[in-house]
């Protein structure tokens, strides 16, 4: 529990990195799966990063236009920031 401005940076850090390897616009893709998962019933205020990386993977898998790469980035983007997705 640090606080919302030193917890906020993992989920950044993981939009960044999945991001620079989908490539394009941020706002094209990556930007489009944060939004649908942070609007997804499945995430509330007490969503654990996990919980909400998994929602993220899902929401990419289930977007039209994305490749199985770009679903594969934003999972190894929560994994490079140390947060583990079961499934």
Request: hydrophobic share 50%; proline share 2%; glycine share 10%.
């Amino acid at each position: 529990m640090a606080g919302v401005h030193i917890n906020s940076g993992i989920p950044n850090k993981a939009f960044y990195l999945a991001a620079t390897e989908i490539g394009g616009r941020a706002w094209e893709k990556t930007g489009l799966i944060w939004y649908q998962a942070v609007r997804d019933p499945r995430v509330t205020e007490g969503t654990r990063f996990a919980d909400f990386a998994a929602v993220t993977i899902n929401v990419a898998s289930q977007m039209a236009g994305l490749k199985k790469t770009d679903v594969k980035a934003v999972a190894d983007a929560w994994a490079q920031v140390g947060v583990v997705v079961t499934s």
